[in-house]
Structure formats: C-alpha cells, structure tokens
C-alpha cells in the first residue's frame, strides 16, 4: 500500500521557483529519501503535502485520502520536523510540548518524556534560551511524541551533533520498525544512504530519478584511479561511459559504467604505477546525475 | 478550544497593558477638567475662543464643555483612538503572527483545520476587545463620576461604550482581513493602523468642511459621534446597521482567503 502517492504535481510562484510535475509513491513502511541540493523543491513538495501551501494543479494522497480535503484528519497520523524550527519564544519547552499534545486526542505525556531521555532535552528551560541544535531537539520530540504513522522530516538532522545524530537515526528506525513510514528530505547523501530504502533524487523542481538505494549503488559505476609515471593526457580516457574525469598531476579519475575490459585494455596500454578500483559512493553517483542533466 | 486560551495567554500581558493605558487615559484627562473648570472660568468661553478649526480636531464641537458630561464627550474621541488602534492591532497580529513569527509550519501541522484555527483566534481577539471595553466603561464610570456633582452621566457613557465596542469590533475585522488577504502579512498591524489614522483625519475633515459630508458613511468614526448619540440621541440605526454588514462581510473575507491561501513560510 502507497502511504503517499503524488500525481503531477506542480507548485509556481510567479516564475522563479516551484516544482513541476512530481510524480512519487511512498510505501508502507519503508524509509524514503528525498534527496536535492537547496531550493531543488523539497520543502515546497513537503509543504505542499501539508496544504499550508497549494497545488497549482496535480494532486497528492496520504492514507489514501486527498491531501487538501482531508487534511485535519490526515494529519492526526502525521509528525513533522521542519528544516527551520521555531517556537512561540516565552513558553517554556513542556509547555510547548503539552500545548502540541492538545491537538492529538490521546495521552502523550509517558511519551513526551521517554523522547525528552532518548534525546537528552531538559523539558524545563525555555524556548528563548535554547540553542539551535536544542530547538531541534524539541522539534524531534514535537514530531513524534504522538506516535504518527507517518513522519515527514526536512533536513532533520541540521544542528544536531554526530551523538545527537546517531540517537536520532536510532530513534527513527526504532519508530520504523513500529509501522512508521518516513519521508526524509536532506541534501547529505550519506545520512540518506544509511538510512533509506528508497530514494527520489530531484532537481530544479524537477524529480529526475526514483530508485533503490541498492539499485543505485549496484548501478555498475566503478571508480577507478590511476596513478601514472607522468601526468596522462586529459582525454586519454575519453571513452563511452566514462564520466567525472579528472586529472591532478600524476593522477587520473573517473567514474565508469560499461564493459570493463574497455577501460582495463586502454590502462594496459600505458605506464602506471598504480590503480585502484572502487565501488562509488552515492555522492558521486549523485553528482553524476546532475551533470548529466546539465550537459 | 486549546488554540483560543493560548491565545489569551499570548495577549495576557498586552491587554494589561492597555488597560491600564486607558484608565490613566481616563483619570488624567479628568483631572485636565477638575484643573480648568476649578480656576472659575468657563470652559465653553475657553474653547468659544479658539479657532473653529482647532475645535473640530480637539473634538469640541457641539458638546456642552462646562458640564462634566460634555468634557467626558470630547475626551471620548481619544478613547475610541485607543480602543479602535488597539482593536485593529490585535484584528491584524492575532492572525498575522503565526507567519510573523514563523511558527505556522507549527500549528498549521495539527489536526485542525485553518477555518477553526481563525475562528479560535478571532473569539479570543474579542474576548480580549471586549474586556478592554469593559475596563474603559468602569474606569469611565467610577471616575467620572467623580467629578459629576450631582449630574448623571452613567447612561451616557453607557450609550458612548457601547458606540466605541462596535467599532472596536469592526476594526479588528478590517485588521484580520488585511492579514487574510496581504501575502506578506507582515506589515498587516502597521497598515490596519494606517487605514485608522486615515478614517480618523477624514472625519475631522468632514467636520471643517461640510461639502463632503457625503463621506460620512466611509469613515467609522463618524458613526458614533459622542455629540450624536448623548443626551438621549442614542445609536443611529442605519449606522448600526452598515457597521454590522461591514463587519461580518470583512469576516467572511477573513476566513475564506485565509483558507485559501499560501502560507508564507
């Protein structure tokens, strides 16, 4: 079953920004990330499936139900994180956390202060005095002291330290393995690569591929590296397949998708001193998209 | 009903504030009257004396300034200031302050839609309005009355309270529309505000200069003139009227671009 199902949608502000098109399921119970450098269209996609803003035409289904409609309903399973937390300054942060819990019909307070642990928060400062990795943590809390079903995170992990990180992306498979499905948006590659199943890459508004993380990485791309006796030529590797080719002095890379022995018989024809080949991680996988696009 | 006490909370201090600005308001511009009418002159030959222009922005107009009921008619006009530039503030901040402040990607999450968000908001606008009348009405009252000497002045001032209350209400409305329809709803306080100041100088320039009478109805403040409606001359209904049209078409424009709207994060 598609927790999220979007159908062409598209979101413009006068000219300048918006998305166009964007069409993507979410699975039940699966992490999806949603990956794009900044002002690539993921917060206005995410904003939009939250109707605080509206489609200029297409449309979204959460649970099933039409994403504007239904609204109030829907986001009773929902948790959200957004990238930029702010909160209503002279509240202390137990206020703020029991004012959120108002608005779900059911007991949050056990819950409230498990997170506050797991996260390390001191429920009794206030808002004002907080510092932004603090304010985040009472965003994560915020998020998911209702146990929703679905949580939307945009850019969560900004602020946070590695500890606090960690914690966090424990929490959020923890929760996972209770049912929850997660939508993720981040433009850190490898906080999306440890932690989600699948992924949507977009750019410029635009989605410009959905696929398994596994997929993407078995995508055959090979880095290769090789260091030679005398700096190489800058097209020497120039062949079909080859992509991201760089040279620094002695040193040769790129990124190559193909038939191996191609690249291996034109290494055999020259001088190296050494080579090495690897498995790219997603960054450059990623990089790759885009400068296919861009071509 | 959590929305509408958080909002009572937000504004606790604001109002207090307010209030007491309008009882200092009230005591001080008595004691003005215990000052003048005690040094033995008249102060209908005071004001006589002054140019007419003067009169008509003082507020002076056809009000009987030796009579304590008089003087609290001209001090009335600063009392509706106040009350209406509160009431236009607090109309156009209440809603205006979740995308002021940033806090919409908050609320606007919950399971609540944005027809009961505004509808929680713009009850506790009006608690708010209405205790601010409230406190000007005793305040008014209990000093007033004071300097009364034997004459009755309550029913007066009732009748003034209730005339200012309308249009307390009417101007919080055209501030929480301003905020439903501005994009940026930044400046929506500063241009509710704007729009009052400039109703205001047009009725004081109704009052200099009878040829554009015909005005009379674009301005709030002409409604409800203290000279108009004390002395037994009560609320005009056709005003009561226009005020009530006004204030819930600007209402239903409130909630209906509200809801539709891109909230600007």
Redesign the interface.
Known sequence: MNVIEIKNLTKTYGKARGITDINFNVEEGEIFGFIGPNGAGKSTTIRTLLSLIYPTSGSATIFGKDCIKFAPEIKKEIGYLPSEVFYYDNMKVKDLLKYSASFYKKDCSKRIKELADIMDLDLNKKIDDLSLGNKKKVGIVQGLLHEPKLIILDEPTSGLDPLMQQKFFELLEEENKKGATILFSSHILSEVQRLCNRVAIIKEGKIVTVEKISTLKENNYKKFKVETKVPLDQNYFQIDGVSNLTGKGNVTSFLFRGDINAVLRKVAEIEITNLWIEEPDLEEIFLHYYEKEAK | M?IYL?ELK?HRKSLIIWCIGVFLMVVSGMQKFAGLSSSGQSLNDLFQDMPKSLQVVMGVGALDMDKVSGYYGMLFIYLLLMATIHAAMLGATIIAKEER??????L??????RA?IITAKLLAAFTNIFIFTLVTWGSSIVIVGKYADGESVNGDIAITMMGMFILQLLFMAIGSSISALKRKPKKAASLASGILLLTFVLSVVIDLNGSIEFLKFVTPFKYFEAKNIMYGGGLDTVYVLISAVLFITLLTVTLIYYK?K??N?
């Open positions: 959590n958080r937000s402040d940033k806090t919409s990607e908050f606007f999450v919950k399971p609540v839609s009961k539709k891109d909230l994060i």
